[in-house]
């Protein structure tokens, strides 16, 4: 099956059957047989076209003429990949017009081939900037959204945390642009298990991380292929992942240090690393994930390591009083990951937010009942978005029993990550997720 034909199924099942484009894809490549460069070009074409997919309807618009959500979605589908491949790929315009329209003979209906023609003509007779510039509406928010291919309100959060530079240097326009580069992965060498230079020498040249000190950057291939992933030495994770759970290890604490609770633990990987380091320090973690098939997830990354998983819901966990340290990494609108699920900005909405921010709030404040007085919390999110972050961990100290704690450790060492006294981090600062957490100590009860 040719290249463009597997982007288009991929790119169908995800519009149409809610699939998951990281999930689908790789079975697809695998199942036709392609490797290499056709492997990279039909990543490419199916990665690209979803992640640009407002921008890339917006601009078929203008060129039809028309409403495009009132074409049949098979045959948008195919004309968001002509003209991602006309505007962002370096694809000469006679060979991506016809190859799409052959593609919509073939996958839609030669009916509509005539119309896939003139629309990609109209596409191809500008390039991108040439097109924003004709979309642009004077509206920074709107022209730097559609720019960079991310919805309206998306940009909005972020300008919210970022702030706005008087001089118009700022930078909204860098982190948008962030996630649309296709993250590196990390690997995490499990403390006691295996050294980071045993583990880059055997990614091959995989060089530290420049922050966590358990990073390894995989230079490139499947990382199930690597010894020590496969046998569970070493793991898969984001660096900014990293960088939380050991500032939260590693924040010194005064009296007992052996009763650690990670309250949000599916699928584990922070629960690895940190039942890697509480192996060291001779300390016990309680591993909590609500969902049972996460819960598994979570016992399978703490093979041999000092937890306990436990499947239940973390408001209801525990004894009071109980943890030395807490780990809640809430669930979030995941708006600090958006370059590894490439539809997945045009899939969640603001009002996803709604369900999300109190029980964010709920688990923080059961981290904090959790945690003995002069025990420590950390509330992490894998999202920049203020409600979910700092305007949550002050709602919860409003009613008092805790203070915030420079988390140091963390600051120090990562240029730019504080925000006040809060950690966020960013993709196009720290090459990172952009992870967000504060640390709080138990102060008494309220
Ligand atoms: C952001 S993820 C945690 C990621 C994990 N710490 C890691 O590093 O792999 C949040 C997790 O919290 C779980 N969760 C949601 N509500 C929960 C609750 N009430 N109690 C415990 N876990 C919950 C979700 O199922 C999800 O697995």
Known sequence: MNPRRIAFDAISAVTADNAYANIVLPRMIN?????GRDAALITELTYGTLRSLGTLEQILAAASGRDV???QQDLLDALCLGAYQLLYMRIPPHAAVATTVSLVKAAVSPRVSGLANAVLRKVAAKDLDQWCEELATGDRLHDLSLRHAHPEWISREFEAVLGTAPDGADELAPALAADNVAPPVHLCAKPGRITKGDLSRETR????GRFSPYAVYLPGGD???IRSVATGLAH????GSQLVAVALAEAPLEGPDAAWVDLCAGPGGKTGLLGAIA????????AVEVQPHRAELVAKAAKGLPVTVHTGDGRLFGEPDSADRVLVDAPCSGLGALRRRPEARWRKQRSDLDALVPLQRELLAAGLRLAREGGLVAYVTCSPVLDETSEAVESVLKAGGAELVRPDWLIDRVPDSARGDFVQLWPHRHGTDAMFMALLRKTGNR
């Open 31 to 35: 199942e036709t047989g392609h490797t």
């Open 69 to 71: 959500r009132e074409l």
């Open 205 to 208: 040249g995989g060089l530290h």
């Open 223 to 225: 990382p199930g292929r």
């Open 236 to 239: 898969v994770q984001d660096e």
């Open 279 to 286: 192996a060291q320090r001779g300390a016990h973690l309680d």
